[in-house]
């Protein structure tokens, strides 16, 4: 069995929030055993976990007695692509910056800081019972598995996208090569109504993707990068489970909101077998 990473040394990242459009800047600091991954903000913390979610409109937004933090999924992607449980993350201001769009920044810089292997195993529960949520012709399954296993599939009307499907073993996967790399995307229609509700004011062509009728903004880094992203979005709001969980999981069409139902009826599951 694995034991717990944290970092050898702190990382600090300034930019851009995709949304708000405002400058933050985001220190990852080491942490121990046990920790888990917390955010720390204007004098609150607060745990990456599935309860602590507060809004899941276009990103997964963390938030506790008032203090909130936007789309914190890249990062949190990153730090469980990158294999690392533990860590203290100081937000100064409200939103994870963007970067390019994909995880890719932000697994170079703890990479580059490096990880540190801990004394702890690494929390990992074995799912006994099937959880799923869905809803409307979104799904998300997850069933007992002695390996970690994810089958996700997209599908768009747009030509340039239709429908995508791909398998993935988690335990096996090279984060930073298969997933990493892909970036946030956006249809060109959306871009307008997005800016009408004031999202995405941090959006350009530097950090999306943008599917325009005809052709994408810039040349795709897979063939199925809507699907990766689609993925590396899924691996982030699945940090909030809080520990690895092993089991084949099936995603239709995943999002945010139905992502971190997910993570929380699983969550609720996991504990609920650990308290009977
Ligand atoms: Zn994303």
């Given at each position: 069995?694995?034991?717990?990473?944290?970092?050898q040394r702190?990382?600090?990242?300034?930019?851009?929030?995709?949304?708000?459009?405002?400058?933050?800047?985001?220190?990852?600091?080491?942490?121990?055993?046990?920790?888990?991954?917390?955010?720390?903000?204007?004098?609150?913390?607060?745990?990456?976990?599935?309860?602590?979610?507060?809004?899941?409109?276009?990103?997964?937004?963390?938030?506790?007695?008032?203090?909130?933090v936007?789309?914190?999924?890249?990062?949190?992607?990153?730090?469980?692509?990158t294999?690392?449980?533990?860590?203290?993350?100081?937000?100064?201001?409200?939103?994870?910056?963007?970067?390019?769009?994909?995880?890719?920044?932000?697994?170079?810089?703890?990479?580059?800081?490096?990880?540190?292997?801990?004394?702890?195993?690494?929390?990992?529960?074995?799912?006994?019972?099937?959880v799923?949520?869905?809803?409307?012709?979104?799904?998300?399954?997850?069933?007992?598995?002695?390996?970690?296993?994810?089958?996700a599939?997209?599908h768009?009307?747009?030509?340039?996208?239709?429908?995508?499907?791909?398998?993935?073993?988690?335990?096996?996967?090279?984060?930073?090569?298969?997933?990493?790399?892909?970036?946030?995307?956006?249809?060109?229609?959306?871009?307008?109504?997005?800016?009408?509700?004031?999202?995405?004011l941090?959006?350009?062509?530097?950090?999306?993707?943008?599917?325009?009728?005809?052709?994408?903004s810039?040349?795709?880094?897979?063939?199925?990068?809507?699907?990766?992203?689609?993925v590396?979005?899924?691996?982030?709001?699945?940090?909030?489970?809080?520990?690895?969980?092993?089991a084949?999981?099936?995603?239709?069409?995943?999002?945010?909101?139905?992502?971190?139902?997910?993570?929380?009826?699983?969550?609720?599951?996991?504990?609920?077998?650990?308290?009977?």
């Amino acid at each position: 069995m694995a034991n717990q990473h944290t970092l050898q040394r702190p990382v600090c990242v300034e930019g851009v929030g995709m949304h708000t459009g405002k400058r933050c800047r985001v220190t990852v600091k080491p942490a121990e055993e046990n920790a888990g991954i917390v955010f720390h903000l204007a004098g609150e913390c607060i745990p990456a976990l599935a309860e602590y979610v507060v809004s899941t409109d276009r990103c997964t937004t963390l938030g506790r007695d008032g203090v909130r933090v936007m789309t914190v999924e890249h990062l949190l992607s990153a730090l469980v692509g990158t294999g690392i449980d533990n860590a203290h993350i100081e937000v100064e201001g409200e939103e994870i910056p963007v970067l390019d769009g994909s995880a890719m920044p932000w697994v170079e810089r703890l990479l580059d800081a490096g990880l540190c292997e801990q004394r702890a195993p690494r929390q990992r529960v074995q799912l006994v019972r099937p959880v799923s949520v869905m809803a409307g012709d979104r799904g998300i399954w997850a069933m007992p598995h002695p390996e970690r296993l994810l089958i996700a599939t997209v599908h768009y009307s747009h030509p340039l996208v239709g429908t995508q499907v791909a398998w993935f073993a988690l335990d096996k996967i090279d984060y930073r090569e298969e997933i990493a790399p892909a970036r946030t995307f956006g249809f060109w229609e959306e871009v307008e109504s997005l800016l009408a509700r004031g999202r995405a004011l941090g959006g350009s062509l530097d950090n999306a993707l943008v599917i325009f009728p005809d052709r994408y903004s810039a040349s795709l880094r897979f063939p199925d990068e809507v699907l990766r992203h689609k993925v590396l979005d899924l691996l982030g709001d699945l940090a909030l489970v809080g520990v690895q969980v092993e089991a084949l999981f099936v995603a239709v069409k995943p999002s945010h909101t139905l992502n971190t139902a997910f993570a929380m009826a699983l969550r609720q599951t996991i504990l609920g077998e650990v308290e009977q």
